[in-house]
Nanobody, 115 residues
Framework: QVQLVESGGGLVQPGGSLRLSCEAS????????MGWYRQAPGKQRELVAT???????NYADSVKGRFTISRGNAKNTVYLQMNSLKPEDTAVYYC?????????WGQGTQVVVSS
């Protein structure tokens, strides 16, 4: 009953920036927690950043100071501002959300940082 759609991925040069967006839709009212994960080729999916409905954030050490997670006023939209991108940031980025104790995932959006 919750669908997540990511957008904003693409190809960017090292040092560049991208902003990812995730919009939740379906038979929902509000979502407690949302976040971003990523999976690089040959690696397991890893946490990038999370944000609660109250605005508390958590970041992976590898992106802290470069990435910023935020939510829209409706609380069912989450953004990831990615600055100072590095080649090692190349991955498929997945949006997730927790609603009524269930975990939902988007289809992912590809981010490629060329070197």
């Amino acid at each position: 009953q919750v669908q997540l759609v990511e957008s904003g991925g693409g190809l960017v040069q090292p040092g560049g920036s991208l902003r990812l967006s995730c919009e939740a839709s379906g038979s929902i009212f509000s979502i407690n927690n949302m976040g971003w994960y990523r999976q690089a080729p040959g690696k397991q999916r890893e946490l990038v950043a999370t944000i609660t409905s109250g605005g508390s954030t958590n970041y992976a050490d590898s992106v802290k100071g470069r990435f910023t997670i935020s939510r829209g006023n409706a609380k069912n939209t989450v953004y990831l501002q990615m600055n100072s991108l590095k080649p090692e940031d190349t991955a498929v980025y997945y949006c997730n959300a927790i609603y009524l104790a269930n975990l939902y995932w988007g289809q992912g959006t590809q981010v490629v940082v060329s070197s």
